[in-house]
């Protein structure tokens, strides 16, 4: 795979010292079995990225950056981003992490509301291309404001964009009964029934290992279990096993 970080080639093992420290402060961020899996599990991940219509990929891009159209404010760092000839996949990894806030308290918490719905009509901008409704900010509330600027960074590279939320978990989720899977397919609902941007929940199913087991046993947020983290990637110990995986499309 052809793995790049702002731009550069590096191995996961490399792209590890790229990374905030803090991506490491705890062995369960989500980040942690993301590398280990693009680092041990090619094969797999090859095979998902196919079967979501990612033909021939060229770049896999890990914190993809895309800055807002309007307004001032962060840019959106996608976990991976898969770029082929014709395609687009930004892809966002989960695992320990709760759901993150809605537009709505996104909005509320600012002292310039005005700038902040700058920000949000520039990704609205770059969604309306692909959507079968007219978008408005007012539509936006409760849709959870990291989904909206990930699909709309997918957008941004205009080359049929796709969408993909990836669980890692111990045991599949009911179906329908996950937030992700819940909050991608509200988000669909208000996009519009268009074919041209598909979303999709895969979950992958993981089992960790006594070496995780002993990492985790480890105080959050400190030094040493930063590098303690950062140097069993870079290692590429076996912290989890990889088992399996399934694909919902949304």
Same mark, same amino acid.
């Given at each position: 795979?052809?793995?790049?970080?702002?731009? &550069?080639?590096?191995?996961?093992?490399?792209?590890?010292?790229?990374?905030?420290?803090?991506?490491?402060?705890?062995?369960? &961020?989500?980040?942690?079995?993301?590398l280990l899996w693009l680092q041990q599990e090619e094969a797999m991940v090859k095979e998902i990225i196919q079967k979501l219509g990612v033909?021939?990929?060229k770049e896999f891009h890990?914190?993809?950056?895309?800055?807002? $159209?309007?307004?001032?404010?962060?840019?959106?760092?996608?976990?991976?981003?898969?770029?082929?000839?014709?395609?687009? /996949?930004?892809?966002?990894?989960?695992?320990?992490? *709760?759901?993150?806030?809605?537009?709505?308290?996104?909005?509320?918490?600012?002292k310039n509301p005005d700038n902040k719905e700058a920000v949000l009509q520039g990704w609205i901008e770059f969604l309306q291309p692909y959507s079968n409704n007219e978008l408005n900010i007012d539509k936006m509330d409760n849709?959870?404001?990291?989904?909206?600027?990930?699909?709309?960074?997918?957008?941004?590279?205009? &080359?049929?964009?796709?969408?993909?939320?990836?669980?890692?978990?111990?045991?599949?989720?009911?179906h329908g009964y996950s937030y992700i899977e819940s909050d991608l397919r509200n988000f669909k609902n208000l996009l519009g029934t268009s074919n041209e941007f598909p979303f999709y929940f895969i979950e992958v199913?993981?089992?960790?290992? $006594? *070496?995780?087991?002993? /990492?985790?046993?480890?105080?959050?947020n400190t030094k040493e279990t930063i590098k303690a983290v950062k140097s069993s990637i870079e290692k590429g110990e076996h912290l989890f096993n990889f088992i399996e995986y399934r694909i919902t499309t949304i």
């Amino acid at each position: 795979m052809n793995i790049l970080f702002e731009n &550069r080639n590096l191995t996961v093992n490399e792209a590890v010292d790229y990374y905030k420290s803090s991506e490491f402060a705890s062995p369960t &961020r989500s980040t942690v079995p993301l590398l280990l899996w693009l680092q041990q599990e090619e094969a797999m991940v090859k095979e998902i990225i196919q079967k979501l219509g990612v033909i021939d990929p060229k770049e896999f891009h890990l914190e993809y950056k895309v800055k807002p $159209k309007k307004g001032k404010g962060n840019a959106s760092h996608t976990d991976l981003f898969v770029i082929s000839e014709i395609t687009a /996949l930004a892809l966002e990894a989960k695992w320990t992490e *709760k759901r993150y806030q809605s537009v709505k308290k996104w909005k509320a918490d600012t002292k310039n509301p005005d700038n902040k719905e700058a920000v949000l009509q520039g990704w609205i901008e770059f969604l309306q291309p692909y959507s079968n409704n007219e978008l408005n900010i007012d539509k936006m509330d409760n849709v959870v404001y990291q989904l909206i600027h990930r699909a709309a960074s997918a957008c941004a590279e205009g &080359r049929n964009p796709k969408l993909a939320y990836l669980l890692f978990t111990e045991s599949y989720s009911i179906h329908g009964y996950s937030y992700i899977e819940s909050d991608l397919r509200n988000f669909k609902n208000l996009l519009g029934t268009s074919n041209e941007f598909p979303f999709y929940f895969i979950e992958v199913l993981i089992s960790p290992t $006594k *070496k995780f087991e002993d /990492l985790s046993h480890m105080k959050k947020n400190t030094k040493e279990t930063i590098k303690a983290v950062k140097s069993s990637i870079e290692k590429g110990e076996h912290l989890f096993n990889f088992i399996e995986y399934r694909i919902t499309t949304i």
